[in-house]
């Protein structure tokens, strides 16, 4: 059983707690935490039996505690990992990974140093129907790949108040893309390979917090073009689709998908309900016990986040940028 201590317990670190606690075929429970105002935990992490200590420096010097998950404000990421790998702590971070390429390498670097496992949040990649796609494209089911359609919203931004640490622009640059579409970026590079260049057009039509429309238009290394947004104040919608030229294939929700062939047969099938949270603590605490690897290697983690570093700039200047 993995000993962990959650940092950040607001409503997205108790969703972590709350995917695993109690259930001991996870293989990790949460033991100690964290979190900003430490008042307003203070009854629910003794109702989930977890001792609260007044500091991160706490948590890391706790004996007890052999991993934490990181459910904290993006910008302070990279430190709290590196700080955690020299401790010995294993690491579950939460998207972002960080804001910076060269944050994110840094970060990397101090857990391979140190021979900790460091695991990424995108639970999105536990889905059945992802891994369906994934099968798919690998057998030539859509032949060769010719584009990318993906869109992840929401009304999260509705919520959003000054001074809550999301309603920062410094915290959630682009609007919606810390919360939400930088899963779809991780979507993208999973399902399809990384990427060349992006060009990003991203203002706050409504929002007077944050960007609340972002679009993107892409290259991969492949050649492959992708489009893309993420809208902070809409229904919440999750789509994700690929083209080729035998066919399409495209996840309409968590847990349907569409094919439609040259020939124009079709076919929908419906995946169950996956608690997806439960299953990327699942995979962490296997591979800190030496099972399979975590399925995110951190290449493509690091990546990820020189994505959204590039969507920033090129979002700033309207022009096309390469990703380093």
């Known amino acids: 059983m993995l000993n962990t201590a959650i940092i950040g317990m607001g409503a997205w670190g108790r969703t972590l707690v709350n995917s695993v606690q109690g259930k001991n075929g996870a293989g990790i429970r949460f033991v100690a935490g964290t979190t900003g105002t430490l008042d307003k935990a203070r009854d629910y992490a003794a109702e989930k039996g977890i001792r609260l200590h007044a500091t991160y420096a706490d948590v890391l010097a706790d004996r007890d505690v052999q991993a934490v998950a990181l459910a904290s404000p993006h910008g302070i990421h990279a430190e709290q990992v590196i700080a955690a790998a020299a401790a010995g702590k294993h690491v579950f971070v939460e998207k972002p990974f960080t804001l910076t390429k060269a944050s994110a390498e840094a970060a990397v670097a101090a857990c391979r140093k140190a021979g900790v496992v460091l695991a990424l949040g995108h639970n999105r990649r536990f889905l059945p129907a992802v891994a369906e796609m994934k099968k798919i494209v690998a057998e030539g089911g859509i032949g060769t790949l010719l584009h990318v359609e993906g869109q992840f919203s929401g009304p999260g931004a509705f919520a959003y108040k000054e001074g809550m640490w999301r309603a920062d622009r410094a915290e959630s640059p682009l609007g919606g893309m810390g919360g939400m579409g930088i899963h779809m970026v991780d979507m993208i590079i999973n399902l399809a390979g990384r990427f060349r260049d992006v060009r990003v057009l991203s203002h706050a039509k409504v929002s007077t917090t944050i960007d609340d429309t972002t679009a993107m238009l892409a290259t991969l290394a492949s050649g492959t073009t992708v489009t893309f947004a993420t809208l902070a104040l809409a229904p919440r919608y999750w789509r994700v689709a690929l083209f080729g030229t035998d066919g399409l294939v495209e996840q309409r929700g968590h847990e349907q998908l569409f094919f439609r062939g040259r020939d124009g047969k079709e076919w ?35 990546h990820g986040v020189s994505v959204f570093e590039t969507m920033i700039f090129a979002a700033a200047s309207g022009s096309a940028y390469a990703v380093p």
């Open 268 to 302: 929908t099938r419906d995946f169950p309900v996956t608690d997806i949270e439960h299953a990327e603590l699942e995979a962490f605490a296997a591979a800190v016990a030496g099972g399979p690897a975590y399925p995110l290697p951190l290449d493509e983690a690091i």
